[in-house]
């Protein structure tokens, strides 16, 4: 199983930061496809498509949460509400992506590859994906670890 590094910033922020996760990969054909294409013409983007699909896969994961002083149920709770603005977000961009899906049509005109298009799709489908699993994932069911600073 491997292991993410998340880490909560003290009061009174409590901000919740990624520091380590997996690197991007699919094993759909299309998403690959489109994995590849924005490797080599936007390669700005993976590791915030990385960042997607660890939400989407978040239970597979063992959990390093760097917390301070922290008790474990505190750390779970600013979880749970961390992954919840994370699926009110991700519902937002979903919706703003399907809308503007059917326009990348017409980009497919112009000559050369089409990254608006495949670009678009694999933040779509890794957005789209985030959110459904952040819908059934419950705090409580995380293998989390509490690390010391």
Do not use: C
Request: hydrophobic share 50%.
């Amino acid at each position: 199983m491997e292991t993410i590094r998340i880490e909560i910033s003290p009061a009174p922020g409590r901000h919740v930061q990624l520091l380590d996760f997996p690197e991007l990969h699919s094993g759909k054909k299309l998403v690959r496809k489109g994995i590849a294409i924005l490797r080599k013409y936007a390669p700005g983007i993976m590791r915030y498509l990385s960042e997607q699909r660890l939400l989407g896969h978040l239970p597979a994961y063992r959990i390093e949460v760097r917390a301070g002083n922290m008790a474990e149920a505190e750390v779970r709770a600013l979880l749970a509400a961390w992954m919840r603005r994370k699926r009110i977000r991700r519902l937002f961009y979903v919706v703003l992506e399907l809308l503007l899906m059917p326009f990348t049509a017409f980009v497919a005109l112009l000559p050369g590859p089409n990254v608006v298009f495949y670009g678009l799709f694999v933040v779509f489908y890794f957005h789209a994906k985030a959110f459904l699993s952040l819908n059934r994932i419950k705090v409580e069911e995380l293998n989390i670890s509490l690390a010391m600073n």
